[in-house]
């Protein structure tokens, strides 16, 4: 369902991902891993064209989204982004948060958002703070608020880029159980995570990556218990050793 | 000092009429520079973040060309010069026919001026906001139009509320520079009641007073809007 294809990108003369390619079916979990800088976070951004790339191929769902006139905000539409750090729109309460992009984007009216948006909340565990900003929650119930907010559009896939690490530890499972219920359900998601344990319960897959190239896509079983680059394997002995 | 105090001339007329109509002036320059200078410095502030280079580049030479002018040589320009570089019969329309010419060239002048401040507080607005938040309207499917006016510009103009505070205040005192182009607004008028009645004192302490409570009622307008839209848990928000 996502394809990416052979892709580069440069920030000025830093080649940040070289010639990666990865293919996401549909309803698979895939977690992505990686040392800090590897590109894991560049590579999720440019697949609903947030980061633009320099040559190579991102189709998802038969749009080109890497060509030249696709139509970005309808492709970014039904790819749900979830960030490290919320990003909710501080202006807006929690439910308007959640009704914004389906009342200018997918026209929907505000009785058929606010619905939408109410048992969207309520799944998160969040019914009752609707009427509050975004400041005054906790990391976690942002979190789950910025999910919500991403599921709110009727995503045909998910994206998160880190969505833990800039969390309390004790606000890690909050999140980490609703991505769990979220891939239980059939999501297709791609994940750009330390969390090892969620990758364990959740992922078909693990990409590891490393200097900006993929350096190793193998299934969730096999990466963990038999990795097949040196690189990965010191990566592993790092983040499971405590 | 030998120096004759007589606070009752203020309330005499014509010379309360003066400052009265003083006052009016001033209001009626500052407000109007104000609304270009709020309208135009918004537009060029938000033509600096855009993705166009060509662009960017023309708003910011706006900013550099009239923020780095002293004001009076504008207010001069745009009395003596500009009407002379325009196409003969406009030229002629201002110079002879324009009613209130001096009005309008100083609030021309004083808008042109003020909109290239006002601007570089709108760009500073915008581009406080973090790349990710503007990401996230992006990937909820907002075009970059809808982006800007849905998230980024109401994000930003509360943020900039309180520097914008110092230009709407700035442009009432700068509007006594349009005396020396003849607008007899309220530093004029009491520098007229000084030559005719030699109570300088008097005239340019109800002078002083008056641009006083201007500037503390907009302290309190802006302040109110402050209130009422900032964003609930930003820096200094009860």
Do not use: Q, Y
């Given at each position: 369902m996502i394809k990416i294809d052979n892709i580069d990108k440069w920030y000025d003369d830093f080649?940040?991902?070289?010639?990666c390619s990865l293919e996401v079916e549909r309803g698979e979990v895939i977690v992505i891993c990686g040392?800090?800088?590897?590109g894991k976070s560049t590579l999720i951004k440019c697949v609903n064209a947030l980061e633009p790339v320099d040559s190579g191929r991102i189709v998802v769902e038969e749009t080109d989204?890497?060509?030249?006139?696709?139509?970005l905000p309808l492709v970014r539409a039904r790819i749900g982004m979830v960030f490290q750090h919320f990003e909710l729109f501080p202006h807006k309460t929690v439910i308007e948060n959640l009704m914004m992009g389906q009342i200018?984007?997918?026209?929907?009216?505000r009785e058929a958002a606010r619905e939408k948006a109410e048992s969207l909340l309520k799944r998160v565990g969040l019914a009752d703070q609707a009427q509050k900003y975004p400041s005054a929650l906790s990391g976690g119930q942002q979190q789950r608020v910025a999910i919500a907010r991403a599921l709110a559009m009727d995503p045909i896939a998910m994206c998160f880029d880190e969505p833990t690490s800039a969390l309390d530890p004790e606000m890690i499972s909050e999140v980490l159980d609703v991505m769990v219920e979220l891939a239980k359900e059939g999501m297709t998601m791609m994940v750009v995570t330390h969390e090892m344990g969620f990758a364990r319960r959740v992922a078909r897959r693990v990409v590891f990556m490393d200097q900006g190239e993929v350096k190793e896509i193998a299934d969730t079983d096999t990466f963990f218990r038999n990795p097949e680059t040196d690189r990965a394997k010191e990566f592993l002995s790092k983040i499971l050793a405590h | 000092m030998d120096y004759n105090w007589n606070w009752a001339v203020l309330f005499q007329e014509p010379y309360l009429g003066w400052l009265l109509s003083g006052l009016q002036w001033t209001l009626l320059v500052a407000i109007a520079a104000w609304v270009i200078a709020f309208v135009v410095g918004s537009a060029v502030g938000i033509l600096r973040t855009v993705p166009n280079r060509l662009v960017r580049t023309l708003a910011a030479a706006y900013v550099e060309l009239f923020r780095n002018i002293p004001l009076l040589v504008q207010l001069f320009v745009w009395y003596f010069v500009v009407p002379e570089l325009l196409p003969e019969d406009l030229g002629l329309w201002v110079k002879?026919?324009?009613?209130?010419p001096e009005y309008v060239t100083a609030v021309v002048a004083l808008g042109a001026y003020t909109a290239a401040r006002v601007a570089e507080q709108v760009r500073s607005g915008i581009q406080t906001i973090g790349k990710d938040l503007v990401n996230a309207g992006l990937a909820i499917g907002l075009t970059p139009l809808q982006n800007y006016l849905y998230i980024r510009l109401p994000i930003s103009y509360r943020i900039i509320v309180p520097p914008l505070t110092s230009e709407f205040l700035t442009i009432f005192k700068n509007s006594s520079l349009a005396l020396t182009i003849g607008v007899l607004e309220l530093t004029a008028q009491a520098r007229q009641i000084e030559n005719y009645t030699f109570q300088g004192f008097e005239a340019f302490t109800a002078a002083t007073v008056l641009y006083l409570v201007i500037t503390l009622l907009v302290v309190l307008l802006m302040r109110l809007i402050d209130q009422k839209t900032r964003i609930p848990g930003s820096v200094g928000a009860n």
């Open positions: 080649h940040v991902l070289k010639g040392p800090s800088g590897s989204v890497t060509a030249r006139g696709t139509k200018k984007v997918l026209k929907r009216s | 002879r026919d324009m009613p209130n």
